[in-house]
């Protein structure tokens, strides 16, 4: 199956600036996806990044707050923007291919 | 919509006893099914999938679960616990529009 690095592991941001997260996978997913996992809690589905055409987004979540890209069928980012500490979360990115595959998530953390 | 439970919050278990970990589903069509593993500050890892075919599926770490299409239920299993299980535990469903969690099921292992 698909391996997908993830990129920051974590950080730590100001409020009000953006932070932008990127997952290479080494090798060509259908569709990928990017979540939230807030503390404490269960995964969330934000958007379908899809390529060469604007993100999906699930009720809740919005292109002005998290801009998604995704230029080629390997690799995606997802920018958390205007960044509050509400924010703080876990987020990861999937790849699905005849099976899902996650990346390592990017814990943020926003003071 | 798709939806997952996971009725249990939390269990505990001693080590070397049995284990069950509930997971009951809604989903329109067939689903494909999911559990996962997440230990403390780590990223999710894939114990399982049910697809099609057996509803008896042999996962990684001696895991396993059963479909049961008329109690719409994909519990997990595992004749007998280490402390190295102590995690939580996510049921998830979905096609290739991605995936909806459980709220996850903390295994707590006593010695």
């Known amino acids: 199956s698909a391996v997908i690095s993830q990129k920051p592991s974590r950080d730590i941001c100001q409020r009000g600036t953006s932070l932008t997260i990127q997952c290479q996978v080494d090798s060509q997913v259908t569709m990928m996806f990017w979540y939230r996992q807030q503390p404490g809690q269960s995964l969330t589905l934000i958007a379908t990044a899809n390529q060469g055409s604007e993100a999906t987004y699930e009720s809740g979540f919005v292109i002005d707050k998290f801009p998604i890209s995704r230029p080629n069928l390997t690799f995606s980012t997802l920018t958390v923007s205007n960044m509050s500490p509400e924010d703080s979360s876990i987020y990861l990115c999937?790849?699905?291919?005849?099976?899902?595959?996650f990346g390592s998530g990017t814990r943020l953390t926003v003071v | 919509a798709q939806s997952v439970t996971q009725p249990d919050i939390h269990i505990t278990v001693s080590e070397g006893a049995s284990l069950e970990l509930r997971c009951n589903y809604s989903y329109g069509a067939t689903p494909y099914l999911f559990w996962y593993v997440q230990s403390p500050g780590q990223g999710l890892q894939l114990l399982l999938k049910y697809f099609s075919g057996d509803t008896l599926v042999q996962g990684i770490k001696g895991f396993e679960a059963e479909f049961k299409r008329s109690q719409s239920s994909f519990n997990l299993r595992k004749p007998s616990v280490h402390w190295s299980d102590a995690a939580e535990y996510f049921c998830a469903v979905g096609g290739a529009d991605g995936l909806t969690f459980g709220k996850g099921t903390h295994l707590i292992i006593q010695p």
């Open positions: 999937s790849g699905y291919s005849y099976g899902y595959t």
